[in-house]
């Protein structure tokens, strides 16, 4: 068993805290579900975000909803974050980014949400590309 630090009360506090205020914003960006429902008539699972955004998806996409009977699939619950959708009947959790990037595509989901590629900006980020540039940036590469 690994020796671990202990971490004091107020350190919880601090980390509950911060969780809490990054939950905030996911929920403010429209990036969590709030709600979910089984569209029988399609065979659709219909999510919706907290942007208002109703996103659809047919239960085939996920192999261990396929066999599922409209009961079971009705019984679709979302987690207390926002972050998964459950089944208890069928033991099936799935990830709501996880299905949203499979849906959409990893690259386009994260360009939408401008995290493609380091293209968040930072002050500390500009300064280390200003330095960089200040020795001359990246080498050239050889010719062949």
């Known amino acids: 068993m690994a020796n671990r630090a202990a971490v004091s009360d107020a350190e919880i506090r601090r980390q509950t805290a911060a969780a809490r205020a990054r939950q905030r914003g996911e929920r403010k960006a429209g990036r969590v579900a709030v709600r979910a429902h089984y569209d029988a008539d399609d065979r659709r699972i219909v999510v919706e975000m907290s942007s208002g955004i109703r996103i659809a998806f047919p239960v085939r996409l996920i192999p261990e909803l396929k066999k599922a009977t409209a009961t079971e699939?009705?019984?679709?619950?979302?987690?207390?974050?926002?972050?998964?959708?459950?089944?208890?009947?069928?033991?099936?959790?799935?990830?709501?980014?996880?299905?949203?990037?499979?849906?959409?595509?990893?690259?386009?989901?994260?360009?939408?949400?401008?995290?493609?590629?380091?293209?968040?900006?930072?002050?500390?980020?500009?300064?280390?590309?200003?330095?960089?540039?200040?020795?001359?940036?990246?080498?050239?590469?050889a010719l062949q």
């Open 73 to 141: 699939l009705a019984d679709v619950t979302v987690d207390e974050l926002g972050y998964g959708l459950h089944w208890e009947a069928l033991d099936v959790d799935v990830s709501v980014l996880g299905l949203l990037a499979e849906l959409v595509g990893e690259r386009t989901m994260f360009a939408m949400a401008g995290r493609v590629g380091g293209s968040a900006k930072s002050e500390a980020k500009a300064a280390a590309a200003r330095a960089n540039g200040a020795q001359g940036g990246r080498p050239r590469k």
